[in-house]
């Protein structure tokens, strides 16, 4: 028995619809990996436009949502700063304690001048990496908000966890603490 044409398409129309469901996460990364080799020959357009197909496919998948928002935030054309910050956040709803998601919401935060937005997740960045660099951006942040005891408080953090930190000691002296 012969199969009509028709049917052999459905056949395989409903053979790509299954693969597309069962090997999602696989064709998001093929995506991602297909975007860095775009990148590196110096198209960050088309690497945005495979990172962002792997996003809308894998919405959950934080290497593409980092990759989309890293690229968004070097690029800096106008409503970058908005998109990476809305790729970030989608992704860290399904992995809320990502430190490359955490800091690429807080330098799209930062771009978009939302400053206490940008504090809270470096500070959260500087607690889950143990890292001051973070803590003193979450300084920055404060200052910029207009909020000094919460810059301190910060820039504290960096030297609590390093003690040797010489930013955030030369800032804590200067603000006389």
Same mark, same amino acid.
């Given at each position: 028995m012969t199969i009509s044409p028709p049917r052999r398409f459905c056949v395989a129309l409903a053979s790509l619809a299954c693969a597309a469901?069962?090997?999602r996460a696989n064709v998001a990364s093929s995506l991602v990996t297909r975007g860095d080799d775009v990148l590196r020959a110096g198209d960050a357009g088309g690497a945005i436009r495979y990172y962002g197909r792997a996003v809308r496919l894998d919405p959950n998948s934080p290497v593409a949502a980092d990759r989309l928002a890293f690229a968004l935030l070097t690029r800096r054309h106008a409503g970058d700063a908005a998109? *990476?910050?809305? =790729? *970030?956040?989608?992704?860290l709803s399904? =992995? !809320? &304690?990502?430190? @490359? %998601?955490?800091?690429d919401r807080a330098f799209a935060s930062e771009q %978009?001048?939302?400053? &206490?937005?940008a504090e809270r997740d470096f500070a959260a960045a500087a607690s889950l *990496?143990?890292? !001051?660099?973070y803590a003193h951006l979450a300084a920055q942040m404060a200052r910029h908000a207009g909020d000094r005891d919460a810059e301190r @408080?910060? %820039?504290? =953090?960096a030297v609590a966890i390093d003690a040797t930190y010489a !930013? =955030?000691? *030369?800032l804590l002296a200067r603000l006389g603490t």
């Open positions: 469901v069962l090997f998109r *990476a910050h809305d =790729a *970030a956040d989608g992704a399904s =992995a !809320p &304690r990502n430190l @490359t %998601l955490l800091v %978009l001048r939302r400053w &206490r937005e *990496a143990r890292d !001051p660099r @408080t910060h %820039l504290k =953090a !930013p =955030a000691r *030369a």
